[in-house]
């Protein structure tokens, strides 16, 4: 079954990004089209990457949705 480009968003959006803090895909979808593009931003919003694993789990699932959106996750695209 072929998937439309929004389809395969929303599908992607119920994905469990922090688990520590149940918040799913969708949530970081939301912050990144209103412009965050990095991962301390995303963090700094959400709240991800205070539970108890410290972000361990959670910090590269947020960079895999900065990357599905064209951007590294990295500070350093934000200051170019
Ligand atoms: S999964 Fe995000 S803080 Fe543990």
């Known amino acids: 079954m072929h998937r439309t480009k929004k389809e395969q ?3 992607d959006g ?3 990004v922090c688990i520590c803090k149940g918040i799913k895909a969708r949530v970081f979808q939301e912050r990144v089209k209103a412009g965050m593009i990095t991962v301390e931003e995303l963090k700094k919003a ?3 990457g205070s539970g108890s694993c410290k972000g361990e789990r959670c910090t590269p ?6 990357e599905k959106y064209g951007h590294s996750g990295d500070l350093k ?3 170019r």
Do not use: H, N, Q, S
Request: hydrophobic share 45%; net charge positive.
């Open 14 to 16: 119920l994905k469990p």
């Open 61 to 66: 699932r947020i960079r895999e949705v900065l």
């Open 9 to 11: 968003e929303i599908i």
């Open 46 to 48: 959400t709240g991800a």
């Open 77 to 79: 695209d934000k200051v």
